[in-house]
């Protein structure tokens, strides 16, 4: 009798595994009720291969090639179609390794029913195909003859082979033990492993060994006296296959010729030895026997690293100092210590684990494995950090592009690098991403997902549509707007092909986020998440905007010709020309907002609101307070006009144009604070957030701290907190921003730059009325408890005298100058006589900070003294990639509409505005011009500057989501482990760690098909 093994949708759970009790009593007596609950027979599942075979019984070998098996799926598994003594309905076989029990699993996926085979149905349980503990790796010959199993049991290292004749159910055959496949001993531990093949002659001769002088025609098949035919790899008539396997404490690959392990020992004249006490054919490597491996070669991996060229000059600019260079890590000798292996156009390329190269070696023939310069994986964020490599991918030649690339996974961080490897590559290194200072938060020279990737695979692949008026369907098409195609109607003679594949108008066909054509990389995360990486969108041209401008980040990388002139694109409307770039993670949406794709364009839930300094609603816009407004498109060429449509903002699910004259926009006929969203690559909008701006606003990460406070002991005044890593923080003084305004041309840089300049607000109480300090010595005419009441006032309300402008700031301590309140340094001290509990504000601008991303700057020590800037003082950072770090808003004169590109335009990743200062003698001046002002408050009142910490307010939405497929979403006991491609049924197939067994979805629907466990 067989045991059924379900297969089901990802999501029957056990109930046992929910902790329910498996038998349910009744109320009604003492009868109970079974519960019945789904076996499951797989478990720690970790490498799978796969097998396509004919019927049993039919021809010399039921292998046929993988093409030759399909998704189709038959009622049982003895079901087969033969016509004319040919298979022509064949089943597709998983092979599973099982790590715990040292088993292979077989599952028939071509079967409705009782897909996962029970070797020994005679035996309780699942019974699956013993081989050693603690399996490795498995991997099949190209023809389904064979699969090899590495074996890492210590002591018993090696590879056990499995003929594809034998790994069906055999009502009539002895059970499968360790001693019923021929298998080899290693010197070490396996590794990965593939299979290549040596190939043929001219003449479609082959050689048995790499150092054989003679090739001779594979033979016949030959009967094995136990009623089937000996197993001969070389007839799948691909070559002499060999295995070649890492083996990682050695240091080395071993190219194993696999046919060996099959061979029976031959007589003088060529015809089988038989053993002649029981008449049996003698094999090599005998069933049951652990002889030593047959490694045709044995090839030490070097690491050769080249000599270490100087770093790179840094960037350089105006008022910023060059961020520090990061010598790489210093040169040292590295052992190999071989990881993932790939195999790409005859080249074999080697992660390790334990040295910063990949591997590389040509491999026209396995049997003259010649290594070749390594690829360097490296690290831009941390140039010091010796990055290693643990699984990889290649592609082939990629059918549009001609390009090539291997993914590489950064064994410290979980990361993706890629790497150039067509034949005209020049660079040994990780591409980088164009345009960084778009997306500062993302590694440039990386894929990152938040959480390590534990596999991935890449494929290529098409859904050619056909010609209407040919049914010819020819592939490889790429999608191209242009309007000026013929389109492919059901009427249309002839027609451009490229046409078919655009965006529908309903938005359900055509190009789109799962719609998937091209060359792509899954990838597989440690949380049994899928994630898709794009690397050759076919239908990449047609997912932009239905015009170019260069607030969209057009023109993309090698558009076609005459795009960028078009003025209505048949494209999908979206509004970037980024939401397909190549490595980096796929987009899951539309980028657009409309009734058909959703709310999906970047922008606001609702407009920007203004509140005053006590947190009160401006409940009426006034074009006389203080203004946010969108600052207006400056193309590089000023005679290109931005149309309406293309410059607005999405709010909620409406969208607003921006007007180009104003920066506003409106609601109802009525105005309304706005920002303008940065769309040049919308991974930029990588969460919805809440801002908040406010005047005079505090930086964070300050509170808490407490710093000595010394404005009369030194050279000069100063407070000191090692702990407090100022510059880290984003704190600028009055010479920093002295340089900036000289940058900048300002003719009253020294004067203006007092008013910008960072202040320290010391937020402690003086002492209490009672205290000693107040009766000692030093207090003495200095100052008295109702003098520092006064001056400062409690740290609840607190008084401008407890504002001190920050000439110079420094990692561990800040210059100060005067109070912006005019208290005196010693008054100062004598009323806050011991460590000072404080913030720092920007001054006379406003402070933009994100719930999420928080305050944004690109402030640095100075690594070293260059012309009035001071070893270590706080600068801004030269480094382009960083521009848009920017958390800091210069208010512009009131009623001033500013450009992109303007001193007082602000722009960081998510949106670019500009600030009005209110209109003299509105609520929000500060300093009404009829009333008398300090010397301090004289800027305040010349630019009309609102009160301290009145604040806009608004929250982001249209944040960027990748496509991600969730593996886990009906349980958390998922550990993936492998991901591989099946060709035969358009499926991936992942191996689960943990109790989900083997996951099979569609890599063209990008949903779950099927599971077996």
């Known amino acids: 009798m067989k045991r059924r093994f379900s297969h089901s949708p990802l999501g029957g759970l056990a109930l046992a595994a929910l902790g329910l009790p498996l038998a349910l009593v009744s109320s009604g007596g003492c009868q109970t009720q079974t519960v019945p609950t789904a076996v499951r027979a797989l478990e720690r599942s970790g490498r799978v291969s796969f097998l396509c075979l004919g019927a049993p019984g039919v021809g010399t070998t039921p292998a046929l090639p993988f093409e030759r098996c399909s998704g189709t799926r038959f009622e049982t598994p003895e079901s087969y179609a033969v016509a004319n003594g ?126 054989d002088a003679t090739f001779t025609k594979p033979r016949d098949p030959e009967p094995d006296g136990a009623g089937g035919y000996l197993v001969d790899l070389t007839q799948e008539g691909l070559g002499r296959p060999k295995l070649v396997v890492t083996i990682p404490d050695h240091g080395a690959l071993a190219v194993i010729d696999a046919q060996t392990l099959f061979d029976v020992e031959r007589e003088a004249d060529g015809t089988p030895k038989k053993d002649p006490a029981t008449g049996e054919l003698s094999y090599v490597h005998a069933p049951g026997s652990w002889k030593a491996c047959p490694i045709d070669r044995w090839v030490p991996l070097t690491v050769d690293l080249p000599v270490q060229s100087p770093p790179a000059p840094p960037p350089t600019g105006a008022a910023c100092i060059a961020p520090p260079v990061t010598p790489p890590a210093p040169a040292q000798a590295y052992d190999a210590r071989p990881a993932g292996i790939t195999l790409s156009e005859k080249r ?49 030649t990629l059918a549009g592009s001609l390009d090539r690339f291997l993914y590489a996974v950064d064994d410290l961080d979980g990361s993706v690098m890629v790497f150039d490897i067509a034949e005209d590559a020049t660079s040994r290194r990780p591409i980088t991403r164009p345009h960084p200072e778009w997306t500062p938060g993302q590694a440039p020279d990386r894929v990152e997902f938040g959480v390590p990737v534990q596999d991935l695979v890449i494929i290529e692949r098409d859904n050619p549509l056909p010609i209407p008026s040919t049914g010819v369907a020819p592939e490889g098409v790429r999608c191209n707007p242009d309007p000026d195609l013929t389109v492919c109607t059901s009427t249309a003679t002839s027609c451009d092909p490229e046409t078919l594949y655009r965006t529908s108008g309903t938005y359900e066909t055509g190009a789109g986020p799962t719609r998937m054509r091209g060359a792509f990389a899954y990838v597989v995360l440690g949380t049994g998440q899928i994630a898709i990486v794009d690397i050759d969108d076919y239908d990449a041209f047609c997912r932009a905007p239905t015009r170019y401008t260069y607030l969209y980040g057009c023109p993309p990388p090698g558009a076609p010709a005459g795009l960028a002139d078009e003025e209505a694109l048949a494209s999908s409307g979206e509004v970037s020309c980024n939401v397909v770039v190549p490595h980096t993670p796929r987009s899951a949406n539309y980028m657009r907002t409309s009734e058909r794709t959703g709310q999906n364009q970047p922008g606001l ?54 007007d180009q004259k104003t920066g506003l926009t409106t609601n109802a006929g009525d105005l309304e604070h706005t920002v303008a969203m940065n769309l040049e690559d919308p991974r930029a909008q990588s969460t919805s957030q809440t801002f908040t701006i406010t005047y005079e606003g505090a930086l964070p990460g300050f509170a808490g701290k407490a710093a000595r406070l010394d404005l009369t002991g030194g050279p000069v005044a100063s407070l000191s907190d090692a702990a407090s890593r100022f510059c880290d923080s984003g704190v600028l003084g ?78 561990d301590r800040l210059e100060l100058g005067a109070s912006r309140g005019g208290a005196a340094p010693e008054v100062i001290e004598c009323c806050f006589p011991t460590l000072v509990g404080f913030n720092v504000r920007v001054g006379g601008q406003w402070a933009v900070t994100g719930n999420a991303s928080g305050f944004l700057h690109h402030v640095i020590s100075a690594p070293e003294s260059a012309g009035t800037t001071p070893l270590g003082a706080c600068r801004n950072s030269c480094d382009p990639t960083l521009a848009r770090q ?110 989900e067994g083997l996951i099979l979805l569609s890599a063209s629907r990008l949903d779950i098909t099927r599971q077996y466990y």
């Open 605 to 658: 839930s609702g407009f920007p609101l203004l509140y005053n300094n006590q947190g009160t609603l401006q409940s009426t816009f006034d074009l006389d307070a203080p203004l946010l407004r969108a600052t207006v498109p400056a193309p590089k060429d000023a005679s290109e006009a931005i149309p309406a449509v293309h410059f607005t903002l999405a709010v909620g699910g409406t969208l607003r144009v921006i």
């Open 348 to 396: 074999l390329f080697v992660g390790d684990i334990d040295a910063p190269v990949v591997h590389v070696l040509d491999m026209k023939t396995p049997c003259e494995p010649i290594e070749r310069d390594p690829l360097l994986p490296t690290s831009l964020r941390e140039p010091s950090r010796v990055v290693t490599t643990s699984q990889l991918a290649a592609s082939p």
């Open 734 to 811: 009055q010479r920093a921003w002295e340089e900036i305004l000289a940058s900048e041309g300002d003719a009253n840089a020294a004067a203006n730059a007092k008013s910008l300049a960072d202040y320290v607000q010391i937020g402690s109480n003086i002492p209490a009325e009672d205290d000693v300090h107040w009766k000692s010595p030093e207090t003495q005419g200095v100052c008295t408890f109702q003098q520092c009441k006064a001056t400062f006032g409690p740290a609840e309300l607190p008084r401008q005298a407890r504002d001190i402008t920050i000439v110079e700031a420094y990692q």
């Open 886 to 995: 920017n958390g800091r808003v210069r208010a512009a004169p009131h009623g001033v509409v500013v450009k992109d590109g303007d001193p007082l335009a602000f722009i960081n990743p998510f949106f670019r505005m500009a600030i009005n200062d209110p209109a003299p003698d509105n609520e929000f001046d500060a300093v009404p011009d009829d009333k008398s002002t300090t010397a301090d408050d004289a800027r305040a009142a010349a630019i009309n500057a609102p009160p301290r910490d009145t604040f806009f307010q608004f929250a982001t939405q249209g944040s960027f989501r990748p496509l991600i497929l969730n593996l886990a979403s009906a349980t958390t006991e998922i550990q993936p482990q492998a991901i591989s491609f099946v060709p035969s049924t358009g499926e991936l197939a992942i191996t689960d760690g943990s109790l």
């Open 86 to 211: 040919v298979t022509t309905q064949p089943h597709l076989y998983a092979l599973v390794t099982q790590t715990t029990r040292g088993e292979v699993a077989v599952v028939d996926m071509s079967t409705k029913v009782d897909a996962v085979l029970d070797s020994n149905p005679r035996v309780p349980g699942a019974n699956f195909l013993p081989i050693g503990a603690q399996p490795v790796d498995i991997a099949s010959t190209n023809g389904s003859m064979a699969a090899f199993v590495g074996v890492a049991e210590p002591g018993r290292e090696g590879i056990f082979a499995l003929a594809a004749k034998d790994i069906r159910v055999c009502d009539t055959c002895a059970p499968k033990s360790l001693s019923s496949w021929p298998a080899c001993a290693l010197p070490g531990a396996p590794g990965e492993m593939l299979v290549v093949y040596d190939p043929k002659n001219d003449a479609d001769e082959v050689r048995a060994r790499c150092d």
